[in-house]
T-cell receptor, first 113, second 118 residues
Framework: AQTVTQSQPEMSVQEAETVTLSCTYD???????LFWYKQPPSRQMILVIR??????QNATENRFSVNFQKAAKSFSLKISDSQLGDAAMYFC??????????FGKGTRLHILP | GAGVSQSPSNKVTEKGKDVELRCDPI?????LYWYRQRLGQGLEFLIY????????KSGLPSDRFSAERTGESVSTLTIQRTQQEDSAVYLC????????????????FGEGSRLTVL
C-alpha cells in the first residue's frame, strides 16, 4: 500500500529554537513529489514547502527546509527560529503514484513562549 | 473568485438525510480533490478529478458517497442516507498539474464544509 507516515502526533518547541518534524513514505515510484502543508486553527491548509524526488538538492523556503533522503524514503521538515505563528498541524503529503496526493495523519506543533 | 470556495461552510443534518456539498475551484485548475478530515485526524483521500479523464474514486468509503464535476468547473460531493460516522470536515482542493507529473502541483484548499450528522 502507498502510505505516508508521521510518527510524531505532537511536538513542542521553545520560541526561537529549531524543531524537526519526521515523515516517511512508501512508494515504488521513481518520480514523485513530496509536500509539507500547514493547517492553522482556522483550518485552511497552506503549502509550506515542496520537493521533487528527482532533485537531490533539499528544498528551502526561508525558515523552512527539508531533509530528503530518497533511499530511506524519509522527508523531514526543519523549522528554524520558531515563531508563535508556526503553531499548527503539519501534514506531510506525497503524490506516491497515479498523481493523487496522499496525506499523513499530521503532527501538532506547539510553540512555547 | 481568487480562491477555492466551498459551500455550505457548516451543515447539520439528521441521520438518513442526503447532503450535497459544493466546491468551486480556482479558474483554470484542471485537478480537483475531495478529502475528509475527522476531528483531530489527517486527511482521508476521497476522489480526484483531472481534466476530462475518468475520476479516481478509489477513496470513496461506500456507495453512499458520489461526486461529480462538470468539465473543469464546479464539483459536488453527495452523501446519501447520512450516518453519524460521516460527521467530518470535507475539504476540497484544486491545482494545476506540475510539469512531469499531471496533477502534482500545489494544492489550494477551500475552508471546508463541516458536516454534523445527528
Amino acid at each position: 500500500a502507498q502510505t505516508v507516515t508521521q510518527s510524531q502526533p505532537e511536538m513542542s518547541v521553545q520560541e526561537a529554537e529549531t524543531v524537526t518534524l519526521s515523515c516517511t513514505y512508501d512508494t515504488s515510484e521513481s518520480d514523485y513529489y513530496l509536500f509539507w502543508y500547514k493547517q492553522p486553527p482556522s483550518r485552511q491548509m497552506i503549502l509550506v514547502i515542496r520537493q521533487e524526488a528527482y532533485k537531490q538538492q533539499n528544498a528551502t523556503e526561508n525558515r523552512f527546509s527539508v531533509n530528503f533522503q530518497k533511499a530511506a524514503k524519509s522527508f523531514s521538515l526543519k523549522i528554524s527560529d520558531s515563531q508563535l505563528g508556526d503553531a499548527a498541524m503539519y501534514f506531510c503529503a506525497s503524490t506516491l503514484w497515479d498523481d493523487k496526493i496522499i496525506f499523513g495523519k499530521g503532527t501538532r506543533l506547539h510553540i512555547l513562549p | 473568485g481568487a480562491g477555492v470556495s466551498q459551500s455550505p461552510s457548516n451543515k447539520v443534518t439528521e441521520k438518513g438525510k442526503d447532503v450535497e456539498l459544493r466546491c468551486d475551484p480556482i479558474s483554470g485548475h484542471t485537478a480537483l480533490y475531495w478529502y475528509r478530515q475527522r476531528l483531530g485526524q489527517g486527511l482521508e483521500f476521497l476522489i480526484y478529478f483531472q481534466g476530462n479523464s475518468a475520476p479516481d474514486k478509489s477513496g470513496l468509503p461506500s456507495d453512499r458517497f458520489s461526486a461529480e464535476r462538470t468539465g473543469e468547473s464546479v464539483s459536488t460531493l453527495t452523501i446519501q442516507r447520512t450516518q453519524q460516522e460521516d460527521s467530518a470536515v470535507y475539504l476540497c482542493a484544486s491545482s494545476l498539474p506540475a510539469p512531469g507529473l499531471a496533477g502534482a502541483g500545489e494544492l489550494f484548499f477551500g475552508e471546508g464544509s463541516r458536516l454534523t450528522v445527528l
